[in-house]
């Protein structure tokens, strides 16, 4: 029904750039606030605290993450030191007695060989003493 107000559409579409160019022409040649106003002072002081703040922290947080960090390997060093150290005692003791079953293990092969040249001895003992038949009944 534009055509009894005697609008056309090329003039409705022209008031209506107007009308959006007159809206960004009005918000970009006012400032979105006044640098000076003690509130955006104030707003910016605490953001700027804040930001600071959380880079301390963050600073902090690194150093202690740091810190956890050669903490931690240390502590790995020394449970390794010490299962190393368990490790070598327990071969040491290993050793140990494989050397005292080893010394047992000869020292029972060594009887045993006496046991048998003792009885390899009595033998021919026996066997010199026996006489033969003729001498028995003769």
Known sequence: MSFINGNSFAD?????????K??????????K???????VVEREA??????????IRDAERAKRRIEQAAAEAARKAREEAAREEQLRL???AREAEEARSRE????LEFEKKLERDARYAARKERKKKKKTAAERWG
């Open 104 to 107: 047992e293990t000869e020292r």
């Open 33 to 39: 606030y006044d640098p000076a106003d003690p509130a």
């Open 12 to 20: 409705r579409q022209a008031a209506a750039a107007k009308a959006r």
């Open 22 to 31: 007159a809206l960004a022409e009005k918000f970009l040649t006012t400032a």
């Open 46 to 55: 605490r953001r700027k605290a804040i930001l600071e703040a959380r880079v």
């Open 90 to 92: 327990e071969a040491l």
